[in-house]
């Protein structure tokens, strides 16, 4: 059986961007299902072209692992990860007081929104005539 035209070209770009590193995998594994995938086929389908699949298996071991963009931390000097920790450290002391900032000024904000709701329901409520100091209903849009 074989893969239509249009699906066999998914395959073959979707291989490129598996092997170069370039396609985004959920699992970072260089697998024919990944590719499948990345091409949007159904593995059934990528299962079909056989000579693509045996193409990428010889690529696959060519393939040199492309390296990371994140150096390996064994590789760096101690001071720099301590750097980097300490980094981090001063970030995460930071992200927590603006977290303590932005629930204070929520809390805030909800309850100015509780007293202005409050303020406009007793604005919308029963008008008291000065002149009789009779209680008058108010009046209902449309009717009745």
């Known amino acids: 059986m074989t893969v239509s035209l249009h699906n066999r070209?998914?395959?073959e770009e979707a291989m490129r961007r598996v092997l170069d590193g370039s396609a985004s995998i959920a699992d970072g594994k260089l697998t024919w299902k990944n590719v499948a995938a990345v091409a949007g086929v159904s593995k059934a389908t990528a299962d079909r072209a056989v000579d693509l699949r045996d193409e990428f298996r010889r690529q696959l071991e060519?393939?040199?692992?492309?390296?990371?963009?994140?150096p390996d931390p064994v590789s760096r000097p101690r001071h720099e990860l301590e750097q980097e920790l300490a980094r981090v450290r001063r970030e995460n002391t930071d992200l927590?007081?603006?977290?303590?900032?932005?629930?204070?000024?929520?809390?805030?904000l909800t309850q100015e929104n509780e007293r202005l709701a409050r303020r406009h329901r007793r604005a919308e409520a029963d008008v008291v005539t000065l002149a009789t100091g009779e209680q008058k209903p108010k009046q209902r849009k449309g009717g009745a």
């Open 96 to 108: 927590k007081q603006s977290t303590k900032v932005l629930h204070s000024v929520i809390l805030a």
């Open 9 to 11: 070209r998914k395959l």
């Open 62 to 70: 060519q393939h040199t692992p492309v390296p990371s963009a994140r």
